[in-house]
């Protein structure tokens, strides 16, 4: 049976906040229409957007089309400054992910920009540890999206998605993964979920995951990406189309519906 843990990457694999915003003030010290340097609070509030949420929302003195511009070249300018200095792994992972590697195919999706993860992969030497990657800059979609198409692009039959903020639990069921929670990051998760406090914690999570709640779940042949995030269904086929006044408690009642409890 082919297995295979998704991971978020910032937040849940390393920390590349300092190394991001040193990157992108030097590029905003050259320009001469933006001149807000961004700090630390500034990126970790922005990690784990899409792209066009990120510049129209930290660059939102400009039109929307100069923010994109100035997005992209500092997108640029931090994929290669990242490869050239790398960021802050969180501890033991390098031997997690070994571990974990000798059972599990291994892969991430973020919704980060192209050259992002792999410039994380390069600077770390972490990418014989990982199968396939997606991200947002490749897909132009958002995050429940490309898990599912990862998902139907590697076959798995059975697979758990790990991220730090609200919105990975949300995107996982989207895609109709059950979720743990890499709950040493940036971000809090309301329940339902399964938390790591440690990132030693997943190796024990996932194992209870897999164990106890995906014996017989699993995908039937090939996990077609179904557009988990336009209405239609999730790669597991939940539905998502439904509208409600909190739509994080109709995801939690569909999340413990399709059998994976509160954890």
């Not at 501890?91 to 195919?105: A, F, H, I, M, R």
Request: proline share 3%; hydrophobic share 35%.
């Amino acid at each position: 049976m082919k297995q295979g843990i998704l991971f978020d990457l910032d937040g849940t694999l390393w920390d590349s906040a300092q190394a991001v915003v040193d990157s992108w003030n030097e590029i905003i010290e050259t320009l001469p229409d933006f001149h807000k340097l961004i700090t630390n609070e500034d990126m970790c509030q922005l990690m784990g957007k899409t792209m066009d949420d990120i510049a129209y929302t930290y660059f939102n003195t400009v039109s929307k089309e100069r923010a994109l511009e100035i997005l992209q070249i500092c997108m640029d300018h931090e994929n290669a400054y990242i490869e050239q200095h790398g960021g802050v792994l969180f501890p033991g992972l390098e031997e997690v992910l070994k571990e974990l590697s000798e059972k599990y195919d291994l892969f991430i999706v973020s919704n980060c920009q192209l050259g992002y993860i792999e410039a994380f992969l390069s600077y770390h030497k972490l990418g014989k540890y990982f199968k396939d990657t997606e991200c947002y800059g490749r897909t132009k979609r958002c995050k429940g999206d490309s898990i599912a198409i990862l998902l139907g692009r590697q076959d798995l039959e059975q697979a758990v998605y790990v991220g730090d903020i609200e919105g990975d639990f949300i995107s996982a069921t989207q895609a109709g993964l059950p979720f743990i929670h890499a709950a040493y990051g940036f971000g809090k998760v309301r329940h339902p979920c399964f938390p790591a406090y440690t990132e030693a914690d997943h190796r024990w999570c996932i194992w209870y995951v897999f164990q106890q709640h995906l014996p017989e779940r699993h995908f039937p042949g090939a996990c077609q990406y179904t557009g988990a995030c336009t209405g239609k269904t999730g790669a597991r086929g939940l539905p998502f189309s439904r509208r409600t006044a909190d739509p994080y408690e109709y995801i939690c009642s569909e999340y413990e519906n399709a059998g994976y409890g509160t954890g």
